[in-house]
T-cell receptor, first 114, second 114 residues
């Protein structure tokens, strides 16, 4: 099993450009998450999904949109990139229902917005 | 909303030294607690977790953590570190009733000198 995969691994954008980050998991997990990691701030939740076709806002959702059209995929979109969105983005997934689960993380996408 | 504080941002120590990383959270209810590790250039991996029962939890690679409910703390320890423990360590909390969402601390960068 590949676990959680993310594409691309690196990306450089100019201010105002758009892009989509793709997350895929092969563990049949119901829940998926998008985080951003910034120095000294840990990981902050952007959006999450508790099942196919559902999405919800996390701690820092502004400037991002997400979609969960298929259970195994969770897309993160930036409609008009800003330098403040320069960060490392991590996707994660977890099993459904139980409160005792752990989140499994992907390898990350390093995004630079010029 | 809950928050998680990690007291040390950077720790430098020599091989065979003992390590203790502090983690405090602010939430009055029942919590699940996690420590994740991120080795250089890699994604987050679970070190250990606490859901209930014995407050002293043993994880992988010789790490352990103790949950002290009265102090809202979940400190990570390792009696004797190795160079390969150089990494960033994140404490995370899931508050029961908050779904499966995790709140992360800001992380502690640990450098082990050979």
């Amino acid at each position: 099993n590949a676990g959680v995969t993310q594409t691309p691994k690196f990306r450089v954008l100019k201010t105002g450009q758009s892009m989509t980050l793709l997350c895929a998991q092969d563990m049949n997990h119901e829940y998926m998450y998008w985080y951003r990691q910034d120095p000294g701030m840990g990981l902050r939740l952007i959006h999450y999904s508790v099942g196919e076709g559902t999405t919800a806002k996390g701690e820092v959702p502004d400037g991002y949109n997400v979609s969960r059209l298929k259970k195994q995929n969770f897309l993160l979109g930036l409609e008009s990139a800003a330098p403040s969105q320069t960060s490392v983005y991590f996707c994660a997934s977890s099993a459904t229902g139980t409160r005792n689960n752990e989140q499994f993380f992907g390898p990350g996408t390093r995004l630079t917005v010029l | 909303a809950q928050s998680v504080s990690q007291h040390n941002h950077h720790v430098i120590l020599s091989e065979a030294a003992s390590l203790e990383l502090g983690c405090n959270y602010s939430y009055g209810g029942t919590v699940n607690l996690f420590w994740y590790v991120q080795y250089p250039g890699q994604h987050l991996q679970l070190l250990l977790k606490y859901f209930s029962g014995d407050p002293l939890v043993k994880g992988i690679k010789g790490f352990e953590a103790e949950f002290i409910k009265s102090k809202f703390s979940f400190n990570l320890r390792k009696p004797s570190v190795q160079w390969s423990d150089t990494a960033e360590y994140f404490c995370a909390v899931n508050a029961r009733g908050a779904g499966n969402k995790l709140t992360f601390g800001g992380g502690t960068r640990v450098l082990v000198k050979p």
